[in-house]
Every structure is written in structure tokens, then in C-alpha cells.
């Protein structure tokens, strides 16, 4: 149990173009989830917290109109990376949590962005 | 900020043997603490979870033990296998910080035949 599904796995595209990545609990609903960024063989860095039916919740130094995150249900969370540039390459991962309290966060498998 | 950190980025471990990561973290708000395997490009795998009210948990062929004292936290995996190759992660969640998690450097573990 407690799955949570990342679409798609991998994304290469030109310089310019948004990006949209999808997070799902596949098994539980979720009404908040969590995305990471994490760069080679780095840890994984909180983007920010998504909120079901609210505003996200960004940490310092990450743009909220660079990294666009709707919460719009309680199974499905989405990244939008707009008008991505190569530093903008990364490995995206979500997260989510089956209950409320402390409990191990699920992730999901991760997208691997490429901006040329 | 405070945040978690390793002492030991890489390890290499025969199998068969114990293998032992470590982790100190600074903020003493910091009441629950979690392991992560992350094999490459996937995501974090849950492992084992420890409470601030407790020092030491068991799981299967993995034990945790926090020392609360010197800010501490381990992750013991006995017999290691090749399979447990892959970087491991601590990460701690701060009292009434919401439940997002900081995440340590990660140790590397390589498992020699």
C-alpha cells in the first residue's frame, strides 16, 4: 500500500518550453503532498509543500512563478516548470503522506528533466 | 539553517558483514527521524522510523539507535547484501514544523562480494 506515482519518468526538451509533472497517491488521498529537487549525487532539497485546495507552500530561494504546483485533488499534485533553461535540469520527486501525524513519507519514482 | 548531515559519504562493506551509517543533525527540535535506500534514478525507499521518545528500533536485519544527547542517529544493516547497495539518507522532521523532511548528504554504500 501507500503508492505514490510519478508521470512522466522523463522529460528532455528544448530551452523555452513548461513542463508539467504529475504526482498521484494511488492507494490514499492525500491532502498534502511534498516536491524535492535533488541535483547528481546530491540529497534531496524541499521545493515546497502542496497544499489540497490551497496555495503551495515554497521555501526560500525557489520561485513561485518559476515552479507552478496545483493541488487540486486529494490524489494528484502537478509541478509546472515554466519556461524551463538548462539549470532548470534536475531530478524531480514527490512525495506524500498516507495519514496525518509523523509517518514515513511515500515517494514517488521521480522525473528526470533535461532542458538542452 | 540547522541541518542533517553524514559522517561518511561513501562506504565500502563485504558482504556478509555489518555495515553502519551515521548521521548527526543539529536542531534539538527535531522529534522524528527516518532511513531512505535510494537505489539510482528512483525515488527514496522508507527503510526504518524512530521516534525522539525512543532510542533504538528494530526492523528486519536493520536497527536504528538515536542518541538524543550528542544529536546523533545510526542505521545498522547486518549480514549486508549486494542488494543494499545504494546511497542511504537521513532525514529528521522538526516539532510543529509541518511534516516536510529534511534530508541529510547521503552515504553512498557499495557491498563487495
Known amino acids: 500500500g501507500a503508492v505514490v506515482s510519478q508521470h512522466p519518468s522523463r522529460v528532455i526538451c528544448k530551452s523555452g518550453t513548461s513542463v508539467k509533472i504529475e504526482c498521484r497517491s494511488l492507494?490514499?488521498?492525500?491532502?498534502?503532498m511534498f516536491w524535492y529537487r535533488q541535483f547528481p549525487k546530491q540529497s534531496l532539497m524541499l521545493m515546497a509543500t502542496?497544499?489540497?485546495?490551497?496555495?503551495?507552500?515554497?521555501e526560500q530561494g525557489v520561485e513561485k512563478d518559476k515552479f507552478l504546483i496545483n493541488h487540486a485533488s486529494l490524489t494528484l499534485s502537478t509541478l509546472t516548470v515554466t519556461s524551463a533553461h538548462p539549470e532548470d535540469s534536475s531530478f524531480y520527486i514527490c512525495?506524500?503522506?498516507?495519514?496525518?501525524?509523523?509517518?514515513?513519507?511515500?515517494f514517488g519514482d521521480g522525473t528526470r528533466l533535461s532542458i538542452l | 539553517g540547522e541541518s542533517v548531515g553524514l559522517h561518511l559519504p561513501t562506504l565500502s562493506v563485504q558482504e556478509g558483514d555489518n555495515s553502519i551509517i551515521n548521521c548527526a543533525y543539529s536542531?534539538?527540535?527535531?522529534?522524528?527521524f527516518i532511513w531512505y535506500k535510494q537505489e539510482s534514478g528512483k525515488g527514496p525507499q522508507f527503510i526504518i522510523d524512530i521516534r525522539s521518545n525512543m532510542d533504538k528500533r528494530q526492523g528486519q536485519r536493520v536497527t536504528v539507535l538515536l542518541n538524543k544527547t550528542v544529536k546523533h542517529l545510526s542505521l545498522q544493516i547486518a549480514a549486508t547484501q549486494p542488494g543494499d547497495s545504494a546511497v542511504y539518507f537521513c532525514?529528521?522532521?522538526?516539532?510543529?514544523?509541518?511534516?516536510?523532511?529534511?534530508f541529510g548528504k547521503g552515504t553512498s554504500l557499495l557491498v563487495t562480494p
Open positions: 492507494d490514499f488521498q492525500a491532502t498534502t
Open positions: 536542531n534539538s527540535a527535531s522529534d522524528y
Open positions: 502542496s497544499n489540497e485546495g490551497s496555495k503551495a507552500t515554497y
Open positions: 512525495s506524500a503522506n498516507p495519514g496525518t501525524g509523523h509517518q514515513p513519507q511515500h
Open positions: 532525514a529528521e522532521n522538526i516539532r510543529n514544523s509541518g511534516y516536510a523532511l529534511n
